[in-house]
């Protein structure tokens, strides 16, 4: 008999976009940023076109979620035919929420800013041949404000992509395309600096008709309850606005966290915020680098190259498989992601800063009693990297970054600034190496452990191969809401 924890609540899963608690998967993809003069108009065409059933409900994506839950992690290739497609999410800016009469009292400064380049906290850097912090980038600067984010997801991106030529067909004057970007997955789930991706994402709590949300759950999970094995149960009030949130003891909830405006919360409920960002990889630097690193430490590390260091960085083999466990180990949707950090407290197998204990840190020796997490929706962009490639693609290779949260500021911030760009934050070791931000001007270091001393790598504050090219902050409504935005009196 499953379990069912006091008080989880029910998701009205109707309301609720898809893309939030279960997502496009591997599916090709396209995402378009807009912005307009009038953006009530703009507003209006969103809410006809949540009336008319086109942003797709969690319930509606329900039928895909267990049967591709463990195909997806043992790497099948689960793209669908037309016939299960196209699916449609939105997100929304601020701006237009006031624009369009709603309310919009929100409680996170960050959502609040005009753009994201006003968050000097986030490291991003200015462009290479020198300029203002957003010269270069796509999206999201001054001059293209993004005021709605649509993602589509279709079995070709040429079919995505069809969508949002209508929806400009829609809107026609009312809205300017500022953006637009096909993602396409690469086989066996990687991202473009060669390591499967997508593997540790978070379950949700919650009930529909009665029954758990999530297709698996462990039975024999005590404080920590589990969905696919590894993987925490989280209360969708981290997640989603109107619901109860992660309390000190993780099977028991804490209350819903209110705004301080009644009316926006009755807004906000079902929705979640979105962070966006555009993430261009330097792969031929990123390897040049741990080649030249590892050259430099093999008299203590007579096993280290390359990919060696690479692993150490991420923390996982790039087929998927945890350091803290068999470091030569296969991947396996089970046990690949069925491990603790409190089992490796000399770090004699993951790095303390590797990337994967950086962003989820497991429980480890040093973790935080709650740990902040995100569900993220992100995929690649652009062509892979090839042998003695000279240059990128026109618009280079990386990653579109998408998490959704209940707060940008202790959920995103937390894992992304706190933790990934801080050395000491959450259990030391250095700074993330793989994705976090030198900030301007800055060295990075990291600590590889080693017997009988550690080892110390240094990245020099031009020895970065992440590099910001647009983002914003954004919600994501409920599908309700969206209708709303056409005639804000309904929404009061």
Same mark, same amino acid.
């Given at each position: 008999? #499953?379990?069912?924890?006091?008080?989880?609540?029910?998701?009205?899963?109707?309301?609720?976009?898809?893309?939030?608690?279960?997502?496009?998967?591997?599916?090709?993809?396209?995402?378009?940023?807009?912005?307009?003069?009038?953006?009530?108009?703009?507003?209006?065409?969103?809410?006809?076109?949540?009336?008319?059933?086109?942003?797709?409900?969690?319930?509606d994506?329900?039928?895909?979620k267990?049967?591709?839950?463990?195909?997806?992690?043992?790497? @099948?290739?689960?793209?669908h035919?037309?016939?299960?497609?196209?699916?449609?999410? @939105?997100?929304?800016?601020?701006r237009?929420?006031?624009?369009?009469?709603?309310?919009h009292?929100?409680?996170?400064?960050?959502?609040?800013?005009?753009?994201?380049?006003?968050?000097?906290?986030?490291?991003?850097?200015?462009?290479?041949?020198?300029?203002?912090?957003?010269?270069?980038?796509?999206?999201?600067?001054?001059?293209?404000?993004?005021?709605?984010?649509?993602v589509?997801?279709?079995?070709?991106?040429?079919?995505?992509?069809?969508i949002?030529?209508?929806?400009?067909?829609?809107?026609?004057?009312t809205?300017?395309?500022?953006?637009?970007?096909?993602?396409?997955?690469?086989?066996g789930?990687?991202?473009?600096?060669?390591?499967r991706?997508?593997i540790?994402?978070?379950?949700?709590?919650?009930?529909?008709?009665?029954?758990?949300?999530?297709?698996?759950?462990?039975?024999?999970?005590?404080?920590?309850?589990?969905? *696919?094995?590894g993987?925490?149960?989280?209360?969708?009030?981290?997640?989603?606005?109107?619901?109860?949130?992660?309390?000190p003891?993780?099977?028991?909830?804490?209350?819903?966290?209110?705004?301080?405006?009644?009316?926006?919360?009755a807004?906000?409920?079902n929705g979640?915020?979105?962070?966006?960002?555009?993430?261009?990889?330097?792969?031929?630097?990123? $390897?040049?680098?741990?080649?030249?690193?590892a050259?430099?430490?093999r008299? *203590?590390?007579?096993?280290?190259?390359?990919?060696?260091?690479?692993?150490?960085?991420?923390?996982? #083999?790039?087929?998927?498989?945890?350091?803290?466990?068999?470091?030569?180990?296969p991947?396996? &949707?089970?046990?690949?992601n069925?491990?603790?950090?409190?089992?490796?407290?000399?770090?004699?197998?993951? &790095?303390l800063?590797?990337?994967?204990?950086?962003?989820?840190?497991?429980?480890?020796?040093?973790?935080?009693?709650?740990?902040? $997490?995100?569900?993220? $929706?992100?995929? &690649?962009?652009?062509?892979?990297?090839?042998?003695?490639e000279?240059?990128?693609?026109?618009?280079?290779?990386?990653?579109?970054?998408?998490?959704?949260?209940?707060?940008?500021?202790?959920?995103?911030?937390?894992?992304?600034? $706190?933790w990934?760009?801080?050395?000491?934050?959450?259990?030391?070791?250095?700074?993330?190496?793989?994705?976090?931000?030198p900030?301007?001007?800055?060295?990075?270091?990291?600590?590889?452990?080693?017997?009988?001393?550690?080892t110390?790598?240094?990245?020099?504050?031009?020895e970065?191969?992440?590099?910001? #090219?647009?983002?914003?902050?954004?919600?994501? &409504?409920?599908?309700?809401? *969206? #209708?709303?935005?056409?005639?804000?009196?309904?929404?009061?």
């Open positions: 008999m #499953t379990t069912i924890l006091p008080g989880e609540p029910e998701l009205e899963v109707d309301d609720i976009q898809a893309h939030v608690l279960i997502g496009f998967g591997s599916t090709e993809q396209a995402i378009g940023a807009f912005t307009g003069d009038d953006l009530p108009a703009l507003g209006a065409v969103l809410a006809d076109w949540a009336a008319r059933g086109r942003f797709r409900s969690a319930r994506l329900m039928p895909r267990g049967l591709n839950a463990r195909r997806f992690l043992a790497g @099948a290739d689960i793209r035919d037309r016939t299960s497609g196209p699916w449609l999410a @939105a997100a929304v800016s601020k237009l929420l006031a624009a369009c009469g709603v309310p009292q929100f409680d996170d400064l960050w959502f609040s800013a005009e753009s994201m380049l006003e968050v000097p906290e986030l490291g991003d850097r200015l462009p290479a041949g020198g300029g203002q912090l957003g010269d270069d980038w796509e999206v999201g600067n001054g001059e293209r404000p993004v005021d709605v984010l649509l589509v997801g279709a079995a070709r991106a040429s079919a995505a992509d069809e949002l030529d209508w929806f400009l067909a829609a809107a026609g004057p809205a300017r395309e500022v953006y637009r970007e096909e993602l396409l997955p690469i086989e789930s990687l991202e473009h600096f060669g390591f991706d997508g540790s994402q978070p379950g949700v709590l919650g009930l529909v008709g009665g029954e758990p949300f999530e297709a698996f759950r462990q039975e024999d999970a005590t404080t920590f309850p589990e969905g *696919l094995p993987q925490d149960l989280i209360w969708p009030g981290e997640f989603l606005f109107g619901y109860p949130s992660q309390g003891v993780p099977r028991v909830r804490a209350p819903i966290r209110r705004l301080a405006d009644a009316d926006t919360d807004i906000a409920r979640s915020y979105l962070v966006f960002r555009r993430l261009l990889q330097n792969v031929a630097a990123f $390897r040049a680098f741990c080649d030249a690193k050259a430099e430490i008299h *203590l590390h007579p096993e280290a190259d390359g990919d060696w260091l690479a692993t150490r960085f991420v923390g996982r #083999t790039t087929a998927g498989g945890p350091l803290v466990s068999e470091p030569g180990a991947f396996d &949707p089970d046990a690949s069925d491990f603790r950090f409190d089992g490796d407290p000399m770090t004699s197998g993951c &790095p800063a590797a990337h994967i204990r950086k962003v989820n840190p497991r429980r480890g020796p040093s973790d935080q009693q709650i740990n902040p $997490r995100i569900i993220r $929706r992100g995929a &690649p962009f652009g062509r892979q990297h090839e042998p003695g000279m240059a990128p693609p026109g618009r280079g290779r990386g990653l579109v970054f998408l998490s959704y949260q209940r707060s940008i500021d202790q959920q995103f911030n937390t894992v992304i600034v $706190r990934m760009n801080d050395p000491s934050n959450p259990s030391g070791g250095g700074h993330d190496m793989l994705m976090g931000q900030g301007r001007g800055e060295s990075r270091h990291f600590t590889v452990p080693g017997e009988p001393d550690d110390e790598v240094v990245a020099g504050p031009s970065a191969w992440v590099h910001t #090219t647009g983002g914003a902050f954004l919600f994501a &409504p409920s599908i309700s809401t *969206l #209708t709303r935005l056409g005639n804000p009196t309904e929404a009061r």
